[in-house]
């Protein structure tokens, strides 16, 4: 059993940036696939970028070239730097991991190990 726990959500202006934090209670460097989601209101929970073995990474379109995922094992945390925020962002951004997936690492992976969230807010 893995925890996860959110933080660095807030409420920020469009152009802005937050980073989220998601500590993990095991070391992550045994963790193979690590990743971040997003529910905003009233829609379906959608991938937003994903970290597997090696460093290998990836990102909703929506997000690519704004939002950088990355993992820091010495503390085991995971974390999401975003930038240039729009207000289509807002949404409920959730930590998620799995021992499984080393080779396969991905979006679409049924992640094992969920956070309880962090609210992200952007406002025009």
């Known amino acids: 059993q893995v925890h996860l726990l959110e933080s660095g959500g807030g409420s920020v202006q469009a152009g802005g940036s937050l980073r989220l934090s998601c500590e993990a209670s095991?070391?992550?460097?045994?963790?193979?696939?690590m990743g971040w989601f997003r529910q905003a209101p009233g829609k379906e929970r959608e991938a937003v970028a994903y970290i597997g073995t090696g460093g290998s990474t990836g990102y909703a379109d929506s997000v690519a070239g704004r939002f950088t995922v990355s993992k820091y094992n010495a503390k085991n945390t995971l974390y999401l730097q975003m930038n240039s925020l729009e207000p289509e962002d807002t949404a409920k951004y959730y930590c998620?991991?799995?021992?499984?997936?080393?080779?396969?690492?991905?979006?679409?992976?049924?992640?094992?190990?969920w956070g309880q969230g962090t609210q992200v807010t952007v406002s025009s």
């Open positions: 095991e070391d992550t460097s045994v963790i193979p696939c």
């Open positions: 998620a991991a799995d021992h499984r997936y080393a080779i396969t690492c991905g979006s679409t992976v049924a992640f094992s190990y």
